[in-house]
């Protein structure tokens, strides 16, 4: 048996800073490590001893692709706090800018950081030579979600407009209606997207995930409901910390997640939100999947992409509902007295369940706070499809076989920098 050193420097088309190796010894995958190398931004200490108010927007900045659900879980932790619910139209423009951000993220992963895996390029610009339909749709897509989170939160990113108890300004229902058109267009898109999506050629790759994410008793989740997986476990918000907890481990500046009181991954995301909660997917949706060749349930991770682009539809699609169903609130915010208490809070953030939680005390001021993002989450399954997948493909040749972890690590479409943090690749044969 020959030895080999498989070594790609750096892993493109993903957000953040990092590293992957991979030990083989006598043909045998003994070892997988995610190195998340980028050096920690400490958001969770510099956040202790600011005020409430000033949550939303300091989170923001943990991330420039999904900044709105930092925003969301913030805020819904301290109204948690605070005893404070938003309802009515307040509650619907916050569904409505969380759409506007899984359409501009997804559609940014779909075409421009995974497609290219599928068609065999080594990045979107060479594919947008021969593909230039591809990429114009994706960007037109792009451009819907991001003019409503420019619209709702003042700007496309790090909005600004977004308070505990609301927001600072509300639009009138008529700012809404050249919205309503871009959104149509990007609806039919985002059809075409799924079809497109769903003759892409996939590997086979079938694993048995435990799939955790919200599940509301009405919606598609984003924002509210409770932690449910597809083996049992079904609890309240206020008890993430006592189902799973975090660790270090030496490779990784991210910490790991796991369950609390049992082995075993867990995978969040769109994989999760889909396989649980299918039957909560708008009509349009779900015949556009079963159109795409997606039944209820999909354990492929590299059919992640068309599940994403069903999302994408979905959020267009829920979007002109609750444009068609808007009406102007009488105040932008609801009244929020600040008292001494614990408020935690978890949405669905594109690349799955973003779990917020601060201690303030009697004045609002934060003396505590945690903040578990997707991505660190789904680390240990990350490893986990690695090893699978090399050790099942361990005769192709070592550059494919680079590039194929490249790939399944894009499967997740990683947030590093959320986690603490782009990859390097290097692969080891012993």
Not at 76 to 101: K, Q, S, T, W
Request: aromatic share 8%.
């Amino acid at each position: 048996m020959a030895n080999r050193k498989i070594k790609v420097d750096y892993l493109a088309r993903v957000e953040g800073e990092g590293g992957l190796l991979v030990k083989i010894k006598n043909d045998r995958v003994v070892d997988v490590q995610l190195r998340i190398f980028e050096p920690p931004r400490f958001f969770e200490a510099f956040l202790q001893g600011r005020d409430c108010s000033e949550a939303p927007d300091i989170t923001a900045r943990i991330c420039g692709i999904c900044p709105v659900a930092y925003q969301m879980s913030a805020v819904h932790a301290m109204e948690n706090a605070f005893g404070v619910e938003v309802d009515g139209p307040l509650r619907a423009l916050r569904r409505m800018i969380y759409c506007g951000e899984w359409i501009e993220s997804h559609a940014l992963h779909v075409a421009l950081l995974h497609a290219p895996d599928f068609l065999g390029y080594p990045d979107a610009l060479r594919m947008a030579k021969d593909h230039p339909g591809i990429v114009e749709r994706a960007l037109g897509i792009k451009k819907a979600g991001n003019e409503i989170i420019a619209l709702l939160g003042g700007r496309e990113v790090h909005p600004i407009n977004v308070r505990i108890g609301g927001f600072y300004k509300v639009p009138t229902k008529r700012a809404l209606g050249p919205l309503a058109e871009t959104l149509k267009r990007a609806r039919e898109a985002a059809i075409e997207n799924v079809r497109w999506t769903g003759e892409l050629p996939f590997p086979e790759f079938e694993q048995d995930y435990e799939f955790v994410a919200l599940r509301h008793p009405w919606e598609y989740p984003m924002n509210e409901g409770r932690l449910v997986s597809n083996r049992g476990l079904t609890i309240a918000v206020r008890d993430f910390e006592n189902a799973f907890v975090e660790e270090q481990v030496p490779h990784s500046h991210a910490l790991h997640s796991r369950f609390a009181n049992r082995d075993g991954a867990y995978l969040v995301g769109p994989l999760a939100r889909y396989n649980l909660n299918h039957d909560r997917l708008s009509p349009v949706a779900r015949e556009a999947a079963r159109t795409a060749g997606l039944a209820s349930v999909c354990r492929n991770p590299f059919r992640s992409i068309v599940v994403r682009s069903v999302e994408i539809l979905y959020a267009c699609d829920e979007a002109l509902r609750l444009i068609g169903e808007y009406e102007m609130p009488d105040r932008p915010a609801v009244e929020v007295r600040p008292i001494a208490g614990t408020g935690c809070a978890c949405t669905e953030a594109p690349r799955g369940i973003l779990y917020h939680r601060y201690r303030l005390d009697d004045r609002g001021v934060i003396q505590e706070a945690k903040i578990v993002p997707p991505t660190s989450q789904n680390q240990k399954v990350i490893e986990n499809d690695l090893r699978q997948f090399v050790q099942a493909h361990i005769d192709l040749p070592e550059e494919m076989l680079g590039l194929r972890c490249e790939q399944t690590i894009r499967n997740y479409d990683p947030c590093i920098s959320c986690a603490t943090h782009f990859l390097k690749l290097k692969y080891e044969r012993d």
